[in-house]
């Protein structure tokens, strides 16, 4: 079973700049992929960026060039360095890892960003 814990969010002005963590635990040798989803209010739950365990990452058209997903295995954790935030990068963000073999989803509680001035 794999359990996962975001922190880092925060309030932060227009064009100012976030890291979120992801610590893993518990059964970490079956995840093959990791990656960092959001929800707005009233809106579904999209990806935001992916990396896998070899280290091929996968980035939303709307964060390209401003965010950057890294994992650092030997502390099994995963990072979002998020720069130049907008008001509508506002959400939840969601720290998700995908089993290898069963493709079983596990998530994080989330953590709040919100960018306003």
């Known amino acids: 079973q794999v359990q996962l814990v975001e922190s880092g969010g925060g309030l932060v002005q227009p064009g100012g700049s976030l890291r979120l963590s992801c610590v893993a635990s518990?059964?970490?040798?079956?995840?093959?992929?990791m990656g960092w989803y959001r929800q707005a209010p009233g809106k579904q739950r999209e990806l935001v960026a992916t990396i896998t365990n070899i280290g091929s990452t996968n980035y939303a058209d709307s964060v390209k060039g401003r965010f950057t997903i890294s994992r650092d295995n030997a502390k099994n954790t995963m990072y979002l360095q998020m720069n130049s935030l907008k008001p509508e990068d506002t959400a939840v963000y969601y720290c998700?890892?995908?089993?290898?073999?069963?493709?079983?989803?596990?998530w994080g509680q989330g953590t709040q960003v919100t960018v306003s001035s």
């Open positions: 998700n890892a995908v089993a290898s073999l069963t493709l079983h989803n596990y």
């Open positions: 518990g059964g970490i040798s079956s995840i093959f992929r």
